[in-house]
């Protein structure tokens, strides 16, 4: 066996052991939970009837490590209908409410965040077709840190959306 051959075979285990390092770290990383991870819910989603482009407003509980939203799209039965969905923050400018777009919508750590007007909420637009009190939309939130999260959007009357609202600013 020439020199350089037996160089090379004392070299594999360590090789095989790094390999066995490595993945049993990727286990770790994978199967444990601390509480600083996120575990996000949705409360509720909802939006007013219209068509062309909604504002959909949502409240989420989060019992974990803060997140972010930084997309959103319709799917399931939806999947397609919408052009796309932007995330939108209000903002005072000069004494007038404005929205602007945003990357990424916060969810705070161990709170309940609500997207509601004066502040975040999905922006759809070039929706095809009109959405109808008693009509709901399905949702899918992709969150930075934690996996996709399903929502059921329903279409309220604006009432109802406001009383929605007083309901999420009431709640700790
Ligand atoms: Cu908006």
Redesign the pocket.
Known sequence: MAPRDRARRRGAPRRSLALVAASALALVGCGASSPDDPAVSVVDAYTIPGEGSL?IYLTLANEGGGDDIVGAALSGPDEGRAERITL?R?VARDGLST?TPADRLPVAAGARTALEPGAG?L?VEGLQGAVELGDTLQLTLELDRSGPLEATVEVVTVEEALDRLADAEARP
Do not use: N, V
């Open positions: 504002a939108h209000t929205m909420h922006m």
